[in-house]
């Protein structure tokens, strides 16, 4: 199983961006798609997730900026980042969590999102 993400880039303080993660190869029993980040001196943190049955959890710090979506048919993931701040700054990664016969918990390679002041 491979997860890709894509659309990481500059923008300035209070633009918007979108991410977007696609999981390919042996993709099934999906519990939950998320996206975590991780900034420089700082562990990696939830920023959003949402389950097989569209249940929605957000970091407290994106809360009313950041809206996750998924597109389970294709095995993808989306995150809409809002009134961007500085402090989003940070490498995201795009996690899946898939049941077999344990869990299997996939990462991504990240995307960086830079938010200039």
């Known amino acids: 199983v491979q997860v890709v993400e894509s659309g990481g880039g500059l923008v300035q303080a209070g633009g918007s961006l979108r991410l977007s993660c696609a999981a390919s190869?042996?993709?099934?029993?999906?519990?939950?798609m998320g996206w975590y980040r991780q900034a420089p001196g700082k562990q990696r943190e939830l920023v959003a997730a949402?389950?097989?049955?569209?249940?929605?959890n957000y970091g407290d710090s994106v809360k009313g900026r950041f809206t996750i979506s998924s597109d389970i048919a294709k095995n993808a993931v989306y995150l809409q980042m809002n009134s961007l701040k500085p402090e989003d700054t940070a490498v995201y990664y795009c996690?899946?969590?898939?049941?077999?016969?344990?869990?299997?918990?996939?990462w991504g390679k990240g995307t960086l999102v830079t938010v200039s002041s």
């Open positions: 996690n899946v969590k898939m049941l077999r016969m344990t869990l299997l918990d996939v």
């Open positions: 190869g042996s993709v099934n029993n999906i519990l939950v």
């Open positions: 949402i389950s097989g049955t569209s249940n929605t």
